[in-house]
């Protein structure tokens, strides 16, 4: 299966590429890349990045920058980018490839009356909502319009992006904020390619911490999260994302579920 967006020479950025999706799209889109294209991995965990790194073609030029993208300035993130484009900088690709993926589930023990403390929506938004923002502004940056490359932007999204559960209040509203902040960034940016992709219930870690929570609090409704839908491999999920890029059947900010048709 081949994507137009991941053929010839392209820069291709993930976040959360250490474990789970991140990581599965780093493995599956890395062979699709034409020669002399760069990857550059971003999470937290140096050894989880290296681990995905030693998984992809050879014949790559693939880098890895461990970064708390919570705390990152847009400086930072921009001399991380940089550090690897090196002298050539953004014109020496056709395409520029960004999928916002690193995210966290947040507190699943509390209800939205109990979620008073502003510190803890304060480290929740960092991470969920203000990091992808403010890494994918540094990255338009970098490769603006006169760079003449193609972009685009992957928002890994959610259901819970537009379906309500009881006790998942960050994680919903955080992932409705991130979606919205992508529709807005496409609408101002036709000439971006912009993708908010809901992979479906997917056998990761944030999935096994919902159904431990599940389990425990006995709640219908968040129960339905991960019954009525099949739980998923990386893998297939990720398969379907790239189906998605090869049509292209969608409007630039859409939210395409994995189970839509």
């Known amino acids: 299966m081949s994507a137009a967006y991941l053929s010839g020479k392209v820069f291709l950025l993930i976040t959360g590429a250490s474990q789970g999706i991140g990581r599965q799209i780093a493995q599956s889109f890395a062979p699709l890349l034409g ?40 400086h930072e993130l921009k001399d991380v980018i940089n550090k690897v484009l090196g002298a050539a900088g953004a014109m020496q690709f056709e395409k520029a490839i960004v999928v916002h993926n690193a995210a966290s589930i947040g507190d699943l023990t509390k209800s939205t009356v109990a979620m008073t403390d502003f510190n803890i929506w304060q480290e929740y938004y960092d991470l969920n909502v203000f990091s992808p923002a403010v890494l994918n502004g540094v990255f338009m940056e970098i490769f603006n319009d006169y760079s003449k490359v193609l972009r685009l932007v992957i928002n890994i999204s959610s259901y819970s992006a537009v379906q309500p559960y009881k006790f ?34 997917v056998d990761t870690d944030m999935l096994h911490a919902v159904h431990t929570y599940t389990s425990e609090a006995q709640d219908e409704d968040t129960k339905n999260l991960v019954k009525n839908r099949p739980v998923l491999t990386t893998e297939q999920t990720v398969i379907r994302l790239l189906e998605v890029l090869k049509l292209q059947k969608y409007k630039s900010g859409s939210h395409i579920d994995y189970y839509n048709n």
């Open 35 to 74: 020669n002399d294209s760069l990857v550059l991995l971003i999470a937290r965990n140096a050894r989880g990045l290296q681990e995905t790194a030693d998984k992809l073609p050879r014949g790559l030029s693939v880098h890895t920058a461990s970064v708390d993208l919570s705390t990152a300035t847009a």
């Open 168 to 201: 998942m209040g960050y994680y919903c509203s955080g992932k409705a904020a991130r979606e919205m902040f992508f529709k807005v960034f496409a609408v101002e940016n036709p000439n971006v390619n912009v993708l908010n992709y809901s992979p479906g219930p």
